[in-house]
């Protein structure tokens, strides 16, 4: 679980530095602020989706705990 949570964050990393450098090479509006747009808002995106599947794991273990001592 600790190597998916490093190459989400990585993965998340690499798509906000791309989407940020995206966007500063960008002189004028075009088909490239689409690319930019998109890794700004997948870095993120990706970030809260792995956050929210560990989190469900979390819950998950409790349950099976609580479960356990009854």
Do not use: D, H, N
């Not at 075009?30 to 794991?57: D, E, K, M, N, W």
């Amino acid at each position: 679980m600790k190597l998916l949570q490093r190459l989400g964050a990585i993965a998340s990393l690499l798509f906000v530095s791309f989407g940020l450098f995206s966007f500063i090479s960008l002189g004028l509006l075009g088909t490239g602020l689409s690319v930019c747009i998109l890794g700004l808002i997948s870095g993120p995106c990706l970030a809260f989706g792995l956050y929210v599947f560990q989190l469900r794991a979390r819950i998950a273990a409790l349950e099976q705990r609580s479960q356990e001592s009854k």
